[in-house]
Nanobody, 115 residues
Framework: VQLQASGGGLVQPGGSLRLSCAAS????????MGWYRQAPGKQRELVAA???????NYADSVKGRFTISRDNAKNTVYLQMNSLKPEDTAVYYC??????????WGQGTQVTVSS
């Protein structure tokens, strides 16, 4: 199974983007789906996570601005990003963790917030 992330790009501060992460096949036994980001010179950090039960978890820096969601029929997880700030600039990665601890990572999509 491969994860294909898309939707990144260049956006002005205050703008919005929606990232998508599509799995190449149905993934069974999902525990969590999440988005991470890595800015230059920084460690990869959790941005948002969604459990199979529907619980969400967000980094403090994105609470109220970002929303994680999923479409099971399309094997896709989304990250809606609003009110973007320059400090949101990073490569964004999607991650799916199965109940048996198998982990899938997407290839990353660049988000640049700049005027």
């Amino acid at each position: 199974v491969q994860l294909q992330a898309s939707g990144g790009g260049l956006v002005q501060p205050g703008g919005s983007l929606r990232l998508s992460c599509a799995a190449s096949a149905k993934i069974f036994g999902i525990n969590t789906m999440g988005w991470y980001r890595q800015a230059p010179g920084k460690q990869r950090e959790l941005v948002a996570a969604l459990t199979s039960g529907g619980s969400t978890n967000y980094a403090d820096s994105v609470k109220g601005r970002f929303t994680i969601s999923r479409d099971n029929a399309k094997n896709t997880v989304y990250l809606q990003m609003n009110s973007l700030k320059p400090e949101d600039t990073a490569v964004y990665y999607c991650k799916i963790t199965r109940i048996n601890s198998i982990v899938y990572w997407g290839q990353g999509t660049q988000v640049t917030v700049s005027s």
